[in-house]
């Protein structure tokens, strides 16, 4: 999730040959590798959230970040993503930072976890903080509250502060809403003010693959993608007038969308998948 901000950043329509939303209906098969891939998910994700539920609550954060990479290394291979790691040598593992990443889907706030050291802090909705097991872990963790209303941004402010001064990054996704289209869509610039007013470093994380796993609007988890995470070079953002900003949140798009263009170019296949054929 994205505070709120002024209006998105302008950007280029996705191009007519994207599949838009959930795609054609699954066939058997695929229905069964996604109840497949869902029942191993939760036989493996739901005892670790509770275990590490716990563990908040009473260890150190430095020990719990441990703790995670495990949890999160077999929830990914629960649900059949076969990961591939990119990171710019420039990003420093002692320097907390604000995470900027595509929004794709339910595993968005995993899928960055094992690529770095840092422990990142996420933001969800203050909704989703009552659901069972999953609001409890959030909570335990320290997982920021955003409220679907204005007003905000000095009260994120702050817990962000608090949060950077503990050493621990941030996880941010400004499009504020999973795409639609796999491509990266304009992006809001409240979070890119906060990084600025906080003096953190932003650095761009695109995600590729995860969209044919799965998308928005749909349960179904399509397993054996390959799922790349490019970890982008740092942008110091301190001392950042308001006329620059617009130029840092446009560089970041452009490094968001770099990677997820040249895939849908490599496939070759959007124009077929947007006549309705099923998911390669």
Same mark, same amino acid.
């Given at each position: 999730?994205?505070?709120?901000?002024?209006?998105?950043?302008?950007?280029? *329509?996705?191009?007519?040959?994207?599949?838009?939303? !959930?795609?054609? +209906?699954?066939?058997?098969?695929?229905?069964?590798?996604?109840?497949? !891939?869902?029942?191993?998910?939760?036989?493996?994700?739901?005892?670790?959230?509770?275990?590490?539920?716990?563990?908040?609550?009473?260890?150190?954060?430095?020990?719990?970040?441990?703790?995670?990479?495990?949890?999160?290394?077999?929830?990914?291979?629960?649900?059949?993503?076969?990961?591939?790691?990119?990171?710019?040598? &420039?990003?420093?593992?002692?320097?907390?930072?604000?995470?900027?990443?595509?929004?794709?889907?339910?595993?968005?706030?995993?899928?960055?976890?094992?690529?770095?050291?840092?422990?990142?802090?996420?933001?969800?909705?203050?909704?989703?903080?009552?659901?069972?097991?999953?609001?409890?872990?959030?909570?335990?963790?320290?997982?920021?509250?955003?409220?679907?209303?204005?007003?905000?941004?000095?009260?994120?402010?702050?817990?962000?502060?608090?949060?950077?001064? !503990? %050493?621990?990054?941030?996880?941010?996704? +400004?499009?504020?809403?999973?795409?639609?289209? %796999?491509?990266?869509?304009?992006?809001?610039?409240?979070?890119?003010?906060?990084?600025?007013?906080?003096?953190? +470093?932003?650095?761009?994380?695109?995600?590729?693959?995860?969209?044919?796993?799965?998308?928005?609007?749909?349960?179904?988890?399509?397993?054996?993608?390959?799922?790349?995470?490019?970890?982008?070079?740092?942008?110091?953002? &301190?001392?950042?007038?308001?006329?620059?900003?617009? *130029?840092?949140?446009?560089?970041?798009?452009?490094?968001?969308?770099?990677?997820?263009? !040249?895939?849908?170019?490599?496939?070759?296949?959007?124009?077929?998948?947007?006549? %309705?054929?099923?998911?390669?």
């Amino acid at each position: 999730m994205s505070p709120d901000g002024p209006p998105p950043a302008a950007a280029d *329509e996705a191009p007519p040959d994207v599949p838009e939303g !959930a795609g054609p +209906p699954a066939a058997l098969a695929e229905r069964v590798r996604s109840a497949a !891939a869902w029942s191993a998910g939760l036989a493996w994700g739901v005892p670790w959230m509770l275990g590490l539920t716990v563990g908040h609550r009473v260890l150190p954060r430095r020990w719990m970040r441990a703790l995670e990479v495990p949890f999160v290394w077999g929830l990914l291979r629960a649900v059949g993503a076969r990961m591939h790691y990119h990171v710019d040598r &420039a990003v420093d593992p002692r320097r907390p930072y604000m995470f900027v990443q595509n929004h794709v889907n339910h595993f968005d706030f995993v899928v960055l976890h094992n690529a770095v050291p840092h422990f990142t802090q996420g933001m969800n909705l203050r909704k989703h903080f009552r659901y069972p097991v999953y609001g409890w872990f959030m909570r335990a963790r320290g997982t920021l509250a955003v409220d679907e209303t204005a007003g905000q941004f000095e009260r994120l402010k702050g817990q962000m502060a608090a949060e950077l001064a !503990a %050493g621990r990054s941030l996880l941010v996704f +400004p499009e504020g809403h999973r795409t639609r289209t %796999g491509r990266v869509g304009p992006l809001r610039s409240g979070v890119f003010r906060l990084a600025r007013d906080l003096g953190v +470093p932003v650095v761009p994380v695109s995600v590729v693959g995860t969209y044919d796993l799965m998308r928005k609007g749909s349960l179904e988890i399509r397993p054996g993608r390959e799922v790349h995470v490019h970890v982008f070079a740092p942008r110091e953002t &301190a001392g950042l007038s308001d006329e620059r900003l617009p *130029e840092l949140v446009e560089d970041v798009r452009r490094e968001l969308s770099g990677p997820l263009d !040249a895939w849908w170019v490599a496939r070759g296949d959007g124009k077929r998948q947007a006549r %309705g054929r099923r998911l390669g």
